[in-house]
């Protein structure tokens, strides 16, 4: 059961995928996905390299990632403390299986 999730984001200009020129559909379910856990209990936090360079600094795991594979190691994703995933968003099977894991977190507080 999850119960919460911290996003370390690359520098982009906002975590919901709709800005700029070019909008990525699978950012955009990932906020969608964030959303819909935070609504279910999970504390998500999300921060962004190019708006809260010091979050990165002060998390020793991500600091470290950065140090050895540089930017291209972000996104850097965390469920309850663990990294669970690095250098990119979920895909759409991961993503249903984290509303499941979510969704347990509801009936189980309900």
Request: proline share 6%.
């Amino acid at each position: 059961m999850i119960k919460s999730i911290q996003v370390y984001d690359p520098p982009m200009c906002c975590s919901t995928g709709i800005c700029g020129p070019d909008i990525d559909p699978d950012l955009v379910e990932f906020a969608s996905v964030l959303s819909q856990l935070a609504a279910q209990g999970v504390e998500v936090t999300r921060f962004n390299l190019g708006q809260q360079p010091m979050a990165f600094v002060e998390n020793a795991v991500v600091k470290g990632l950065l140090d050895t594979d540089g930017v291209e190691v972000l996104p850097v994703i965390f469920w309850d403390g663990e990294v669970k995933r690095k250098g990119s968003y979920p895909d759409a099977s991961e993503r249903a299986s984290w509303l499941h894991e979510g969704r347990s977190l509801e009936s189980a507080t309900s």
